[in-house]
Antibody, heavy 123, light 106 residues
Framework: EVQLLESGGGLVQPGGSLRLSCAAS????????MSWVRQAPGKGLEWVSTLGGSGLSKYYADSVQGRFTISRDNSKNTLYLQMSSLRAEDTAIYYC????????????????WGRGTLVTVSS | DIQMTQSPSTLSASVGDRVTITCRASQSISTWLAWYQQKPGKAPKLLIYKASTSESGVPSRFSGSGSGTEFTLTISSLQPDDFATYYC????????FGQGTKVEIK
């Protein structure tokens, strides 16, 4: 069964840092681009960042560029999101999501989602 | 950046109704569009990709259509399990979500 399990969320003060993890299983992790998508309380979905399967190609939303860093450890089948200089508006559920990839390439829609981890930025 | 606009924001309907949700892109995205369903407290679930291709296991009452800048998600006969929020997402250029359409019980 394909699964994504996020961890690392919690309460952090404005200006603080936090690292999220996403453990993947049931598919060839290194062959798939992966993303983080967030959802503020009562709001819609917002794409945060995407990382290619090799870990070399990184993409960020303008709202987190320069503050968040996406990375992966393919030997551990794990995706990470290092968040720094956190702001109140970063408060959200953060979902790890698998981008659809096949032998012919990847298309940036999400066929598998984790359950999410809640990040609360507050003093 | 490509902006995605869904309408309506909220839709009240009854079991058995035919429901249509519209998604408009600020510029052409060909058919690079996906639809998701999200229930309260749960992660989104992929329904449709490439505008009209159903994900495996999705009931046949869900269908998608459109190309260019205008797209629709149709539920042919609304079931109790379908009351949820629906999001469109373009993946022509990076990606962006619509603001969501909540389908509620009338």
């Amino acid at each position: 069964e394909v699964q994504l399990l996020e961890s690392g969320g919690g309460l952090v003060q404005p200006g603080g840092s936090l690292r999220l993890s996403c453990a993947a299983s049931g598919f060839t992790f290194s062959s798939n681009a992966m993303s983080w998508v967030r959802q503020a309380p009562g709001k819609g979905l917002e794409w945060v960042s995407t990382l290619g399967g090799s870990g070399l190609s990184k993409y960020y939303a303008d709202s987190v560029q320069g503050r968040f860093t996406i990375s992966r450890d393919n030997s551990k089948n794990t995706l990470y999101l290092q968040m720094s200089s956190l702001r109140a508006e970063d408060t959200a559920i953060y979902y790890c999501a698998k981008i659809y990839c096949s032998s012919t390439g990847c298309h940036w829609y999400f066929d598998v989602w984790g359950r999410g981890t809640l990040v609360t930025v507050s003093s | 950046d490509i902006q995605m606009t869904q309408s309506p924001s909220t839709l009240s309907a009854s079991v058995g109704d035919r429901v249509t949700i519209t998604c408009r892109a600020s510029q052409s995205i060909s058919t690079w569009l996906a639809w998701y369903q999200q229930k309260p407290g749960k992660a989104p679930k992929l329904l449709i990709y490439k505008a009209s291709t159903s994900e495996s296991g999705v009931p046949s009452r869900f269908s998608g259509s459109g190309s260019g800048t205008e797209f629709t998600l149709t539920i042919s006969s609304l079931q109790p399990d379908d009351f949820a929020t629906y999001y469109c997402q373009q993946y022509n250029s990076y990606l962006a979500f619509g603001q969501g359409t909540k389908v509620e019980i009338k």
